[in-house]
Every structure is written in structure tokens, then in C-alpha cells.
């Protein structure tokens, strides 16, 4: 069985997470630090830094707990439901964050329009398909997110893909989704959907500038690779 030792009280007050991020700042605590702020309690088998080490090391570091579900959060021994709502809810204003902006975001380049949408999709085990909805001038209007799939599912139609596009009077769309696997090479039906997409959007009237594959902190631009 596994034991945790030193509980929080028993540190000196000068080296309790909490204290230090008040007098040293967020950057200056460990991950393990962040996380039992979160956590804000341990349990009866020891302090909030040592369930926070455990949960690290359960889940092989931050991406693994991020991947997590709130269920599979909540079955590790000291988490139960309120602490994995805590934990699930901290990494989704993260990801909002991420992708947060006072004005409307240019997305006229490949690279930009990755930017805003990696942190939402490079951890889902699921394809997630979106379409980013652009004003005249390329600037992000809003993204969608149209469906969800399987593994090697096709999950995108048109027709979801424009009604969104039309409700929001967009000038053009980008669209994209992910792969679970963390490699973003393209498939023959991301391509084959691809060109099924330009083709509806010459119809409606809306262009369609790119798609895009999002894998683990990388991505393809099928525009870039002269696929559209």
C-alpha cells in the first residue's frame, strides 16, 4: 500500500504552496505546487503535495492529467468528484485562455489560425471536427466545434459546415480537426473531404481556405501541402 508522509501543516509556513505563490509568484512553484493549490486538500493518507506527486506520476505529468476524464480523475484514491471537477475545470480555462482575445484574431496564415485552436484540440482522444468562421478581412469570428467521431470516422458534412458559416454571416471558413494518434499526416479521406468542402463552399459562395490537422503540438495545412 502506498503511503504519504509530510502533511501540509507540517512544513514550515514560508514553503507551503500557497504562501510561496503569494510572495514569489505563480512561476516560481513546481508543477506538483500548482496542482495541490488546486487540489487545495490532501487526504487521510497524507498532505496535498504528496496527492499531487501521485497524480503526476498516475498520469505520466500535466498532459496526462489534462487527457483525463473527470471519472478517471475521480477514481484515484483522495481525488473523488469534487477535486477532479476542480482539476478539469482549471485545465479548461487554461485552454480558453489560450485562445482568448479583446479584438477579433487574424487567422491569414496557416500558423495563425493553428495558434487558436492547438490548445483546445492536440489532447482529445476523440476527432473533433471545427470550422473557424472569418470575416472579410481573414479575422476570426468565432470556431464551431461541428461534430464528433471515431477514431477513423468521416464526421464532417457540408451541411453542418455552411449553416454555421451562414448563421454567422461569414465571409470564409477554415476548418480542421484532429487526430488522436498526435500525427497530423493527412489521410486519403481528409483529402477526399477536403475537396468535397471546396466544391460546396464555390456553390454557397463561401470560401474555403484551408483545412487544417492538428496533431501533438504539431499540424498540417492541406493548403500548404497543395492539397486543396
Not at 5 to 29: C, F, K, S
Request: net charge neutral; glycine share 8%.
Amino acid at each position: 500500500m502506498e503511503t504519504y508522509h509530510t502533511t501540509i501543516h507540517e512544513m514550515p509556513e514560508n514553503d507551503r504552496p500557497r504562501e510561496r505563490l503569494m510572495h514569489h509568484g505563480p512561476d516560481a512553484l513546481s508543477e506538483s505546487e500548482l496542482l495541490a493549490i488546486i487540489l487545495r486538500v490532501g487526504s487521510s493518507r497524507g498532505s496535498v503535495i504528496a496527492l499531487a506527486n501521485h497524480l503526476l506520476s498516475h498520469f505520466r505529468g500535466l498532459r496526462g492529467i489534462a487527457k483525463a476524464t473527470a471519472a478517471e480523475l475521480s477514481q484515484v484514491k483522495g481525488v473523488g468528484v469534487a477535486k477532479a471537477a476542480q482539476i478539469k475545470a482549471a485545465f479548461e480555462l487554461g485552454k480558453r485562455l489560450a485562445s482568448a482575445s479583446d479584438e477579433r484574431p487574424l487567422a491569414n496564415r496557416p500558423e495563425l489560425a493553428a495558434g487558436l485552436i492547438m490548445e483546445k484540440m492536440r489532447y482529445e482522444d476523440q476527432e473533433h471536427f471545427v470550422v473557424l468562421l472569418l470575416d472579410t478581412r481573414n479575422r476570426c469570428i468565432d470556431d464551431r466545434r461541428i461534430s464528433t467521431g471515431g477514431l477513423n470516422a468521416n464526421i464532417a458534412h457540408p451541411r453542418e459546415i455552411f449553416r454555421e458559416a451562414l448563421s454567422r454571416s461569414a465571409a470564409a471558413i477554415i476548418v480542421a480537426h484532429n487526430h488522436p494518434s498526435g500525427d497530423p499526416t493527412p489521410s486519403e479521406e481528409d483529402k477526399a473531404l477536403t475537396r468535397r468542402l471546396v466544391e460546396a463552399g464555390k456553390t454557397m459562395g463561401i470560401d474555403v481556405l484551408d483545412h487544417l490537422i492538428i496533431g501533438d503540438g504539431r499540424w498540417v495545412s492541406l493548403k500548404e501541402k497543395g492539397l486543396m
